[in-house]
């Protein structure tokens, strides 16, 4: 298959679709070389390239909407019902964790695209949670806090983090001396992503938990997380093009297991919606009632 040519006669528009790629930065001048001028279409390197290139920037296109349908719901019903403010933040400071990752990796924008948008996105649902949940000031305030200082200490984070292998080496050999490796770790761009792990379980599982203990999932939408489900598995396999385009050894461990974790939790919650979706219709339906019954009374 990956060593088909297309016919001649396609020749003129391949050159001119590769031309505008190109242009665009999508195909670089190598595989623009053997894609559109060899017309060697089906080069394995190249098509995967391409194909990388294109689902990243259709995920970040797709990114920029995906929590669209969730907003509505929050406009529409008035509410923040459901929604585990916790959760939210933390989900923020992850797509933040990736974003930064990727950017002081010197990856290119269709690497990390959808995570600035998802940030975008989850800014909104902030805001509208604050406005229908009448959060305190102090409360605004320390989270506002809180992701200064995050922007702050990520600046100009290294690389390098030190001797990480032969840490790790040393933590299973059980030889934690304070001396060794481990003293000379410093902070670097990688412990963003090893930060993303714990971080993703701790803005899903509360998320999980509510709906299981509350019999509904609120203004959580399938949608969304079914979105968010297809494309965690397109980046598994975007980050491993990534990892070849920049010329690394092999694919980076760190996004891949965040991408893993990020599909099997949504996969949890897109089964919740499933499972609870009459008593939620239920509680919304309520939360809408009592929402204009508030908006009525305001106005006599």
Known sequence: LFTMTVPAVLGPVLQLGGGVLLGLGVVEEPCHTTLFVERQLFDET????????????????????????????????????????????????????????????????????????????????????????????????????AFLGFAVMVRGLPNDCGQLNECIASAMAMDMALTGPCSQLQPCREWLMMASAPLMLSSRAPQIWNNFANGHTGILSIATLTANLIGSAARIFTTIEDAKKRGLDGPETAPIVIYSLSMAMNLIMALQCVAYRKETAKVLARAAAEAQAAGDKKKQ
Not at 69 to 82: D, E, K, L
């Open 46 to 145: 190249c098509f995967k390239a391409l194909v990388s290139q294109c689902l990243g920037i259709g995920m970040t296109v797709f990114a920029a909407i995906v929590k669209v349908p969730q907003i509505r719901n929050m406009v529409a019903n008035r509410s923040a019902t459901g929604l585990a403010a916790l959760s939210t933040y933390l989900e923020t400071l992850m797509y933040c964790c990736g974003a930064a990752y990727f950017i002081l990796g010197g990856s290119d924008f269709t690497a990390y695209g959808e995570n600035v948008m998802l940030i975008l996105q989850n800014v909104v649902i902030i805001l509208l949670m604050w406005s229908y949940s009448k959060t305190s000031a102090l409360h605004i305030v320390v989270v506002l806090a």
